[in-house]
């Protein structure tokens, strides 16, 4: 099945103002069928997870480069990290808006040799899996809707929670969409031992590959928890130091995400612990066994996978919404906590809290309030997320909304 992607305008423009854009994201996210569909017919297209250019473009990359016509598509780029000095050659000596987009299944701001060859000459755009508005054909910005001095919240027909559950279980990766929760297990097992048989080989050279699946396994156990490497380390048999290379394996390959800590004093959102989140509530729920039975009566799981979903929506949305923001969680050493930050370039704040709960209670909104008493005119307004039905109104400046607000503004 087709899906519009909501990225696209912004791939389109990115490619008219930059001679090399570099639409990267998790491997089965759609990013080959978008970058054909967005260039064209007038693009060559050209394959590195083909073994006979593979070899081709190791051996030789400048050759490679300069048999191929132009505009070129190269995808799977991240397998020969050798091409990146080639290219930047090429570029060099014709600077040519769009003359080559890429595609690649690993984070290139965490790969040196790709961010420092290409700097300034190339765009970077990230392609998530499938968003709830993105499955049904709906460019959702919620994120520009709630940075508006002043937002009505129109009352739309929120989905019951059972339903709201299994669009979590069943996560935004195109190729799941539509099977059965047998059939998901075994492409979410198959997808996990590719991704870190074939390409953890391409990136690094290590000695413990099999002892990643089990650290992911534990990531997502931790998920939406503080990241706390020494107890990770202890739990995992791990050395600190080869851990952090591990991490950093799963961050690259679009497995894992940590939101870091906002502060007011930016030298200090450094030095906290950022929280541990799954690209994807699919595979975090592969990983974790969840099913929505199970989940009604584990409310700390539940809790984790909805705060999970509602970080991953708001990660894709940042790459098609008009507004740029950062995003962070905050904590005090008062324990005055609150899920998400979401910061714009004039660091004013909106706040959101992720409840699973069906209903509001007071103490729901306590972090929200402390915040705004903290933050002052920074403030523009505070959200509580959660599973009922109902707009609930708490002050002037907050208000609990349903989920599925998310993709419905």
Known sequence: MFYRRNISSNLKDALNRSPVVFLTGGRQT????????????????VSLDDLRFLAQAKYDP???????????????????????????????????????????????????????SLAGRMEI????????????NHDERFIDHIFQETVSFKKISAIDRDTL????????????????????????????????????????????ITQLPDLLKLLAARTSGLLNNAELSRTSGIAATTLHRYVTLLEILFLVYFQPAWSANLARRLVKSPKTYLIDTGLLAFENGMQVQR??????????????????????????????VGLYHYRTQANIEVDIILENKAGQIVAIEVKASE???????????????????????????YTGSEIVPINEQITALPISYLWHL
């Open 62 to 116: 400048i050759g490679f480069l300069a048999g191929l016509p132009k505009p070129l598509i190269l995808d799977e780029v991240q397998r020969v990290p050798e091409i990146f000095l080639a290219i930047k050659q090429d570029v060099d000596n014709n600077r040519v808006n769009g003359r080559y987009a890429l595609t690649g299944s690993a984070n290139p701001l965490l790969i040196p040799q790709v961010s420092d």
């Open 125 to 136: 755009l990230q392609l998530f899996p499938l968003s709830q508005g993105e499955l049904n």
């Open 295 to 324: 989940l009604k009566s584990d409310g700390t799981l539940l809790g984790a996978l909805i705060e999970n979903f509602v970080v991953s929506e708001l990660r894709k949305q940042m790459t098609w919404n008009e507004l740029r």
């Open 165 to 208: 559950l299994q669009k979590m279980i069943i996560g935004g990766y195109p190729l799941v969409q539509n099977r059965r929760e047998r059939d998901r297990d075994a492409w979410f097992e198959s997808y996990i031992m590719t991704l870190l048989q074939r390409d953890v080989k391409d990136l690094a050279n290590i000695e413990g």
């Open 359 to 385: 209903s509001i209670r007071p103490d729901d909104s306590n972090g929200l309030r402390q915040l705004r008493e903290d933050l002052g005119a920074k403030f523009v307004r505070g959200i509580i997320l």
């Open 30 to 45: 759609g990013k080959s069928t978008l970058i054909k569909e967005v260039c064209g017919e007038e693009y060559t297209y």
